[in-house]
């Protein structure tokens, strides 16, 4: 037997067939989208449907198994964005995603005057992009009546079913801004107080709970059979989390550097600053330190690299340029030789408005350093968050690697040794769409327990360990050189 998992990313969609007696993947599937012209942040909804569906399609056709033994479909998506329905059911938007900035300081501000207290509820506070914001955004400037909003997960189930019955899950519900985080519902209050009518926002329910099944009309586009149960589904920062095996508090933490970056683990509800908290799947939750800068540090220095080089008459190259940078960085010792990046190209969520620099430049320093010190800036702002979600007690816990950035053997070997830590990273890069998948094996019992399907996570024999003599140096570096500007 086989279950289908669907991850509806913010720049693409991924498709992953797994078989459930052993965690095999049988098939990874991609298709690509990107905003609407001239757009704030949005993304034409059609277009987002048609890729997914050519992306299912593809999945179920190269695996060469058949559809009919594919048993659940488990869903991943994008957070805190949102999709806006009338009375009847009908969309009245496209998909307005996190990177939406409509929502002003001044309509920010106006929130949390009129909220008091009940804004702190929040595990991941209140900003631009969020579903709770742009709600009460659109309610209050514009002429659209909403009736119904749901976060873009969600928005994808009610069209893979066909129905219309407007739920979400407690960790997807969590990222809009306003949730009673550590309750696991709605901010009633806050919705009150700023006049918005409470049933417009969907009932939060189990990640694992069945909403439906594929339709005949969706079946047909994609080659699956049609009523294949489909999850409620989740957020894609928690599913892979359970993508990459953690699911208990001793399971130990992810450290992902993707577009962005970000430091997680599972534990009891918490607020700290600089932190998130999300709701986990089933129980718990998701204690997430993140940061802006990640993979986009590098490639904005390689957008960098590449006009100095046209502007030689240099034509840079345009395959494995990355690997080719890992290797010139690795040349360069820890601590890049006194220079050190600080990694505030987009700011931070607590401060927006930090910038990025170099310390300590000199005359000595080159191409390699510089790219060096990119990749251990990035890698020190994720220790500072850590040691905002992990206590000295904690310390001892396993590590594990995703996203596109620590497949690099540079960035990982630069991780462990700035951590002290092993690293285990996971066989399959996908790791939100694996979640999905993992836990439509929960909602059909398959697996007894979250647990249980987090078992089937597969590791690379080789892990990262970290170098004694780098780790002491690292140490050093991160207290001389980042310590007097409160990383």
């Not at 991924?14 to 757009?39: C, D, F, H, N, P």
């Not at 479909?73 to 995603?97: K, P, R």
């Not at 970000?262 to 709701?279: D, H, L, N, P, W």
């Not at 769409?433 to 249980?452: H, T």
Request: aromatic share 8%.
């Amino acid at each position: 037997m086989y279950v289908l998992g669907i991850d509806l990313g913010t720049n693409s969609v991924k498709v992953l067939i797994m078989k459930l007696e052993t965690g095999e993947i049988a098939v990874i599937a991609q298709r690509s989208y990107g905003y609407i012209e001239g757009m704030e942040a949005e993304q034409n909804r059609e277009f987002v449907w048609s890729m997914t569906v050519q992306a299912v399609r593809e999945a179920v056709a190269e695996s060469g198994i058949d559809a009919n033994l594919i048993k659940a479909v488990g869903l991943s998506g994008q957070m805190h964005g949102a999709v806006l329905y009338d009375q009847a059911g009908e969309c009245l938007s496209n998909i307005i995603t996190w990177e939406d900035t409509r929502c002003g300081r001044d309509v920010l501000d106006e929130i949390a005057s009129i909220g008091g207290e009940d804004i702190h509820k929040s595990g991941c506070g209140i900003a631009t992009g969020f579903l709770g914001p742009t709600v009460y955004h659109t309610a209050r400037h514009s002429d659209i009546n909403v009736g119904h909003v749901l976060l873009p997960t969600d928005w994808l189930r009610q069209e893979l079913t066909g129905e219309r019955t407007f739920l979400t899950d407690h960790s997807n519900g969590s990222s809009a801004g306003f949730f009673d985080t550590q309750h696991r519902d709605w901010n009633y209050s806050l919705i009150e107080k700023l006049g918005l009518p409470a049933d417009i926002f969907p009932k939060a329910v189990s990640t694992t709970e069945f909403d439906g099944g594929i339709s005949r009309s969706t079946a047909e586009a994609a080659g699956l059979p049609a009523g294949i149960p489909v999850t409620v589904g989740g957020g894609d920062q928690p599913l892979s989390m359970i993508g990459s095996g953690v699911c208990d508090v001793s399971d130990g933490f992810l450290l992902n550097i993707g577009t962005g970056s970000q430091v997680s683990k599972v534990g009891e509800y918490m607020k700290a600053e600089e932190t998130i908290t999300f709701c986990f799947p089933e129980y718990g939750y998701s204690l997430l330190g993140a940061a802006l800068s990640g993979g986009a540090a590098l490639k904005w220095w390689r957008t960098v690299s590449e006009g100095c080089a046209r502007m030689y008459g240099v034509n840079s190259p345009q395959r494995n340029i990355y690997a080719k940078m890992d290797r010139c960085a690795a040349g360069i010792p820890p601590g890049a030789d006194g220079l050190a990046f600080i990694p505030y190209l987009s700011g931070t969520r607590v401060s927006p408005d930090l910038k990025a620099s170099f310390k300590g430049l000199a005359r000595r320093h080159g191409y390699a350093h510089f790219t060096r010190a990119i990749m251990e800036g990035v890698v020190f702002e994720l220790y500072h968050l850590y040691e905002k979600i992990v206590p000295a007690t904690d310390g001892d816990t396993p590590m594990i690697a995703a996203g596109g950035g620590l497949s690099s053997p540079l960035w990982a070997q630069i991780a462990a040794d700035i951590f002290g830590k092993e690293i285990k990273i996971t066989i399959c890069q996908e790791q939100a769409a694996l979640g999905a998948a993992l836990i439509a094996g929960v909602a059909l019992g398959y697996y007894s327990n979250m647990e249980q399907a987090c078992a089937k996570i597969e590791y690379k024999t080789e892990t990262i360990k970290p170098i004694k003599e780098n780790v002491e140096k690292y140490k050093e570096s991160y207290e001389m050189q980042y310590g007097s500007i409160g990383l």
